[in-house]
């Protein structure tokens, strides 16, 4: 399996843009989550899903952040207008544990916002 | 054990000693605990996990203590290689998903 793949690994916009993540969790796997890391707060959960339906999103830190999960094997999570303090690594996990352990992270998605 | 700010804990060891990486965590009923390394310019990668009705479980050249009457918790690193260098996270996990701590840089000197 090619584990969880993350596109773009690097993005760079100016402030105002829209930005969009994509995230292809590992096959068979029925929750996936997106988190952003940063120096100063680390890992933090943004959103989860279960079988494609969104669980708790009470880590999206603005409405200006929003997750879709059209279908079991694509998510995205847009940032529209983006503002420099969104710059961070933004990382997309799956599990096939229904209990959202053991996560197998893709290798993430450097956004800078100019 | 954990970090505030912008300022990571380091754990400087020799090539070939023993590391031991701690973590305290806040949530008595966080019933799930695991360990993730994370390689610069990677994500994290799953190292080992234990259940809370277990105080010890062991993997190949790691060990994870559990203490839960005092909400710790400590992966153990036999034989430091260079490749170990990393950032280490623990994480707990009780009713609500995987809450990450901010981590520990382990530097091997070989």
């Known amino acids: 399996d090619a584990g969880v793949i993350q596109s773009p690994r690097h993005e760079v916009t100016e402030m105002g843009q829209e930005v969009t993540l994509r995230c292809k969790p590992i096959?068979?796997?029925?929750?996936l989550f997106w988190y952003r890391q940063t120096m100063m707060r680390g890992l933090e959960l943004l959103i989860y899903?279960?079988?494609?339906?969104?669980?708790?999103d009470s880590g999206m830190p603005e409405d200006r952040f929003s997750a879709k999960m059209p279908n079991a094997s694509f998510s995205t999570l847009k940032i529209q207008p983006s503002e420099p303090r969104d710059s961070a690594v933004y990382f997309c996990?799956?599990?096939?544990?229904?209990?959202?352990?053991?996560?197998?992270f893709g290798s993430g998605t450097q956004l800078s916002v100019l | 054990g954990e970090s505030v700010g912008l300022h990571l804990p380091t754990l400087s060891v020799q090539e070939g000693d023993n590391s031991i990486i701690n973590c305290a965590y806040s949530?008595?009923?966080?019933?799930?605990f695991i360990w993730y390394k994370q390689e610069s310019g990677k994500g994290p990668q799953f190292i080992i996990d234990?259940?809370?009705?277990?105080d010890k479980r062991q993997g190949q050249r790691v060990t994870v203590l559990l203490n839960k009457t005092v909400k710790h918790l400590s992966l153990q690193i036999a034989a430091t290689q260079p490749g170990d260098s990393a950032v280490y996270f623990c994480?707990?996990?009780?009713?609500?998903?995987?809450?990450f701590g901010k981590g520990t840089r382990l530097s091997v000197i070989a």
């Open positions: 996990a799956s599990s096939s544990t229904g209990r959202g352990e053991k996560l197998f």
């Open positions: 096959s068979g796997h029925n929750s």
């Open positions: 899903f279960n079988n494609n339906v969104p669980i708790d």
């Open positions: 949530n008595s009923a966080s019933d799930y």
């Open positions: 234990i259940r809370s009705n277990m």
């Open positions: 994480a707990e996990k009780g009713n609500t998903p995987l809450v």
